[in-house]
């Protein structure tokens, strides 16, 4: 799966920036299933019902308001002492920006239909699956979301992982929709058919995501300094 174990494993500075670019470029192409997501115009994600309330609410664009909440969600799993990597800083800017962008060149029009609409939002979601693989490959730490989510569940006791994600979702959904968020059947197409379609990608290309080692980002300013003393 993975043919350069020190690329990987991120041991040197020049494998840190490599898997940053590679991080960075799956980003942004991830960005733009979010992009077609939103285009089907059937409802949007959870997580985009809450981006775009926000976006009409303050008249702001999507990739600011994108922002805005990712790096809220970094800043919360900061404070739960959650391990935070290079790339997580990366994806809470990129992938809104990345929307913004293909916003701005309109990309693709917005669909006018359901025959339309779901089939641009499984292209979309199976472009976002993908992307999270090359992303996840980099090892420089997963998503502001995703680690969120297993903060909570890790402080959740008994409560499966599974209640948690659907909670934590519906509050968001909930919020965007009180923003003025567009909710229809495309949300609950992103709710429940997004992880299915990303373990069917994985399992493709016969990637564990388990067995990720992903490296700290003061493991990562460790390699670069020690270089610099080197």
Known sequence: MFKNKSLHENRTGGAIVTNMLLAAVSLFVNGFGVYLTIQANIGAGPWDVLNLGL??????????ASIVVSYTILGIDIALREPIGIAMFIDAFVVGKAVDFFNRIGAVPKCDSLLTGIPVMIIGLIIMAYTQ????????????RDTLLVALAKRAGRIPIGVVSITLLSLATFIGWLLG?????GTLICA????????????SVRFDATHVHHQHLA??????VNRKAA
Do not use: E
Request: aromatic share 14%.
């Open 192 to 203: 429940f058919c997004t992880g299915p379609i990303m373990q069917m990608a994985f399992k």
């Open 55 to 64: 976006s009409k609410t303050l008249g702001i664009l999507y990739g600011t």
């Open 133 to 144: 693989y090359t992303y996840m490959s980099a090892s420089l730490g997963c998503g502001p």
């Open 181 to 185: 968020g567009p909710v229809g059947i």
């Open 219 to 224: 493991d990562s300013v460790r390699v670069f």
